[in-house]
């Protein structure tokens, strides 16, 4: 890894209210926790279907965790095709406006000049050509007590075909474990 970037739920809300929002086809009815700047809490709900999300129901559909068929997995697919989206509306909309708003919100290592040439370079890019993966693997139950936590367990072999898909090699000499 280069570089990194982070970026709080606060942020994302700010740049997707930056955007006009962000359309989604929500799989399925969606509970969660909507803080007020006072600290107040209310329960909301995003229904199910395609719909323009503000940055409140962003945040809400983001942090989602309960109720896809395949646990985490489904919530990771869901987080991928948010990020699809709304880097396509950005690409497409005012992008100076949406790249003030980030440069606020997100912390990274890059440098302005690195910011603005990868920036310059995503103009005009097809989302067709973004390609996203989620680590091969299974969530498996760890019980300790009264207690059943769930954790993700890669798998070794799949990992390896996945690596040698995404970096288009036959032979890898070595995965570090």
Partial sequence: IDNYATISYDGVENIVESLGGVE????????????????????????????????????????????????????????????????????????????????????????LIDITANATKAIGMDMDDVNTHTLPGETKPLTFKDWTLSFFEHDKEQTKELMKEIYGVENLERIEE
């Avoid at 329960?43 to 409140?56: C, H, K, P």
């Avoid at 005012?94 to 990274?108: I, Q, R, W």
Wanted: charged fraction near 30%.
């Fill in 24 to 111: 989604m086809d929500v799989p399925l009815r969606m509970k969660y926790d909507y803080f007020y700047p006072d600290g107040k809490k209310e329960v909301r709900y995003l229904e199910e279907g395609r719909q323009v999300l503000n940055g409140s129901e962003s945040v809400g559909f983001l942090r989602f965790r309960k109720g896809y068929n395949n646990g985490d997995i489904g919530r990771v697919e869901a987080q991928q095709k948010f990020i699809k989206a709304a880097l396509k509306k950005a690409l497409g909309f005012n992008l100076p406006k949406v790249a003030m708003t980030a440069a606020k919100e997100v912390k990274t290592d890059m440098s």
